[in-house]
């Protein structure tokens, strides 16, 4: 069955200088029970009829109530500001959903989000609400966007800014390893002195994040799910443009990801930390 389907821009809303949320109608029959997005997984969007440019960029599922799909991104490039010019009534050109998604939590979880990560993170906090301890890093105040939405969500979150605008200045990895070592109240036993168990960790950001918290993972034993947010041309498996070194070999993150068990990644200095 083909995931391709044409959506009407229902909104596109500015939440600040560098973020808009995109909600689209993908109609009745593109939503049916088999193409529901799970957490995890993401769309290739299109946003321009002229082929400038070319190729369709990957967004992952923020929100998907009744015929629409809401989707969070940050401007960055050509691509990005197509998106943003979008208004009411646009036709957009979608794949999806593609990808795996986030394995289920049995129970509590740790979601650990940096930057517009937390778009790939927030359908996983709704669907598992006041389960989730939120670790949200960001730049600053004005970057930590949906912040209210996600504290709704989460059964408590945990925010840290690079300027210290907002929460602990610092990095959020500093904040999670303080988490797990504190003992009051304990929910956790003191992980990062090893030892199997505890909570998982969902985690969606940039890489220098990601690697810090392989080592964390590697270091505390803990289960840890890493959303990888590569370059992508084709997002179907076709073209290997967005393939990573795993334990087993290269893996397409569009195909057999973009989640995967952080254990398995090989960073680019060629270790698994
Ligand atoms: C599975 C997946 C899910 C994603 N979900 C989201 C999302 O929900 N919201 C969102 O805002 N973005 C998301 N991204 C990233 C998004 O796809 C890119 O920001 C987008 O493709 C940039 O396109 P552009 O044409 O605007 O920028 P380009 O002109 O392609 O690039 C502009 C700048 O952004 C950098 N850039 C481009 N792509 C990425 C990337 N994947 N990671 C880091 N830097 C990048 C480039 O190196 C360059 O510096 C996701 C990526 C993947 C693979
Ligand atoms: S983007 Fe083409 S194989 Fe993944």
């Known amino acids: 069955m083909t995931k391709y389907f044409k959506a009407t821009v229902l909104e596109n809303t500015a939440l600040n200088k560098h973020f808009r949320l995109l909600t689209i ?5 593109t939503l049916n029970a088999q193409r529901m997005p799970s957490p995890g997984q993401f769309y290739m969007l299109h946003s321009s009829d002229t082929y400038d440019p070319l190729l369709k960029r990957p967004f992952s599922i923020l929100k998907c109530e009744d015929n629409t799909l809401k989707f969070l991104y940050r401007v960055r490039g050509k691509g990005t500001s197509c998106l943003s010019n979008l ?4 036709i957009i050109e979608v794949i999806g959903p593609l990808g795996n998604s986030y394995p289920e939590p049995d129970g509590d979880f740790i979601a650990v989000a940096g930057g517009v990560g937390i778009a790939s993170l927030l ?26 939405e996600v504290e ?5 979150v945990f925010v840290a800014t690079d300027d210290g605008s907002e929460g602990k200045k610092g990095l959020i990895t500093e904040l999670l390893i303080d988490f797990l ?32 918290l392989s080592k964390i993972a590697r270091e505390s034993g803990i289960k840890c799910y890493v959303s990888l ?4 041309a ?21 195909k057999e990801g973009p989640v995967f068990d952080i254990k398995d990644i090989v960073w680019n200095n060629g270790t698994r930390e």
């Open 25 to 29: 109608d993908a109609g009745r029959s």
């Open 87 to 90: 208004r009411k009534g646009d």
């Open 123 to 148: 359908s996983l906090l709704e669907k598992r609400k006041n389960t989730g301890y939120l670790f949200y890093g960001a730049r600053s105040k004005n970057e930590l966007v949906m912040l209210s």
């Open 152 to 156: 709704a969500l989460a059964k408590e």
């Open 181 to 212: 070592n504190s003992t009051q109240p304990p929910p956790f036993p003191p992980l990062l002195k090893g030892g199997e168990g505890g909570l998982p960790i969902y985690a969606c950001g940039p890489k220098p994040m990601l690697k810090k």
């Open 229 to 232: 947010e590569e370059h992508m």
């Open 234 to 254: 084709c997002g179907i498996g076709a073209c290997l443009g967005c393939v990573v070194r795993t334990a087993s070999g290269y893996r397409r993150v569009c």
